[in-house]
């Protein structure tokens, strides 16, 4: 059986072209979404894959539709080979029920490894290089070290409320306990 996913980003786009697809290409049942790719909760996506047996075939307009980055395309792919589940996309011409749409699949994916591990390495050597240079990473300090020392002082005191010491030194409760766990360590 052929089950559909569509899925738009946002109310004010419209799913009409992604439903005639899906139903010209023989879904019986299209789920739906209205919410950006980028959330890791989406019920259409969740419902589709909970109805979706052995021997089905999930079916969407385009790639895009179904995942936001290469990496979660391939996973979710992994996924609905686990389950014995086919994946077809109409726009790309991609079925990986066959074994040449599993091959472009599987290049796909070997693409997407190489790509992070690419971007790994590259952080990595900035971040090496930075530090050679002296460089820490990270965000800078609010405060100074004589006013981080100040606020922790204060804070030991007790003469003054969290509230008063965090406006007087114009810091958040959550940096001064993390100055607080700074000096205590």
Known sequence: ?????????TDDQNLDLQ??????AGCEKVYEDRMS?????RPGLTMALEV??????????????????LHDLILLGRRLDEMGVGLMS???????????????????GALAEFERNLVRERTRAGLNAARARGRKGGRPKVLEP?????????????????VEICRLM??????????VAEAGA
């Open 19 to 24: 439903r005639d697809a899906l139903r010209l």
């Open 52 to 69: 979706a047996r052995a021997g089905d075939v999930l079916t969407v307009w385009r790639l895009d539709r179904l995942g936001r980055s």
């Open 1 to 9: 059986m052929l089950i559909g996913y569509a899925r738009v980003s």
């Open 90 to 108: 109409v726009q790309e011409k991609i079925d990986t029920s066959s074994s040449g749409g599993r091959l472009v699949f599987h290049m796909f």
């Open 146 to 162: 004589a006013k981080r020392r100040l606020a922790v002082q204060l804070y030991a005191e007790k003469k003054h409320t969290i």
């Open 170 to 179: 114009g810091i958040s409760k959550p940096t001064l306990y993390n100055y």
């Open 37 to 41: 790719g980028a959330k890791a909760a």
